[in-house]
Nanobody, 115 residues
Framework: QVQLVESGGGLVQPGGSLRLSCAASSRIFSINSMGWHRQAPGKERELVARITSGGRTNYADSVKGRFAISRDNAKNTVYLQMNSLKPEDTAVYYC?????????WGQGTQVTVSS
């Protein structure tokens, strides 16, 4: 079973940057894809970005050009670099991983964009 631990959330002003990290307990190459969802108060959880085992990436339209997902297989870690943050990016961000046995979720990390 894959266990995921997120870090890097916090409070940032509009226009600022944050980098989220997600450390996986299993070697990444055994995972089909990893990514990030987010959930704002009163809203449904939505996909933010994902990266496949082959390195292909997908982004939500709302974050294209501002966010970048990457992976470091040696460290079993996936990153989400978030630039030009907006108040509407405020949410709990959840890391997830998919392998042949199912989908796994991290505990979530809060990102708040406010002046």
């Amino acid at each position: 079973q894959v266990q995921l631990v997120e870090s890097g959330g916090g409070l940032v002003q509009p226009g600022g940057s944050l980098r989220l990290s997600c450390a996986a307990s299993s070697r990444i190459f055994s995972i089909n894809s990893m990514g990030w969802h987010r959930q704002a108060p009163g809203k449904e959880r939505e996909l933010v970005a994902r990266i496949t085992s082959g390195g292909r990436t997908n982004y939500a339209d709302s974050v294209k050009g501002r966010f970048a997902i990457s992976r470091d297989n040696a460290k079993n870690t996936v990153y989400l670099q978030m630039n030009s943050l907006k108040p509407e990016d405020t949410a709990v961000y959840y890391c997830y991983a998919v392998d042949s046995r199912g989908t796994y979720w991290g505990q979530g990390t809060q990102v708040t964009v406010s002046s």
